[in-house]
């Protein structure tokens, strides 16, 4: 018996259910791969997965809705064991998720304002994907994630996300 069939026969009938988060995670890594990208945050909300990270030295950010995640992966469980070549359905692009890119416009010394324009403090330091905010109505200081960054005023000043988006 060759390593192929031995392996099919070993197999159980059924794996865990499509859309499992073990699966949906497999195929966001799986395109990830694909595109080079370094991960270095995953997010996930009611309907969708954000994820961030490196791609050629520069910022990634995307957005998979669960939706197409779990149509993606039910095509590739239906294609793996297949004798031969098989070509699977490629991913869609990930929808680019322009929240996080904000981050790339924040400079330390601007004020930060949460979602009602309420001031929270200024920007005291960058480190990664992080930045420190103090002052203000922070009376003391806190590091926040890239991923709280909603966009980025026309004077440089930051606007933060509702808190739960």
């Known amino acids: ?3 192929r069939a031995e ?3 070993k197999r159980q009938p059924r794996e ?4 499992s988060l073990v699966e949906l995670l497999r195929t966001i890594g799986q395109d990830l791969d694909q595109q080079h990208v370094e991960l270095s945050g995953i ?3 009611a309907d969708s997965f954000r994820v961030s990270g490196v791609a050629g030295g520069k910022h ?3 957005r998979y809705p669960t939706k197409e995640l779990v149509t993606i992966a039910a095509e590739r469980r239906a294609s793996r064991g297949r004798a031969g070549p098989t070509q699977a359905t490629p991913p869609p692009p990930p929808k680019k998720d322009a929240k996080s890119d904000s981050f790339l416009g924040v ?3 601007s004020p930060v304002y949460s979602e009602d324009h309420e001031l929270l403090g200024t920007v005291k ?3 990664g994907r992080h930045f420190l905010v103090g ?3 922070f009376k003391s200081n806190h590091w926040l994630p890239a991923e709280s960054v909603g966009s980025i005023g026309r004077a440089g000043e930051v606007i933060l996300w509702p808190v739960g988006k």
């Open 125 to 127: 330091e960058i480190r």
């Open 7 to 9: 392996a099919r026969a």
């Open 107 to 109: 400079m330390v010394g």
């Open 135 to 137: 002052g203000g109505l």
């Open 60 to 62: 990634f950010s995307a």
């Open 43 to 45: 997010v996930r909300d």
């Open 1 to 3: 018996m060759d390593l």
């Open 16 to 19: 865990g259910p499509v859309g």
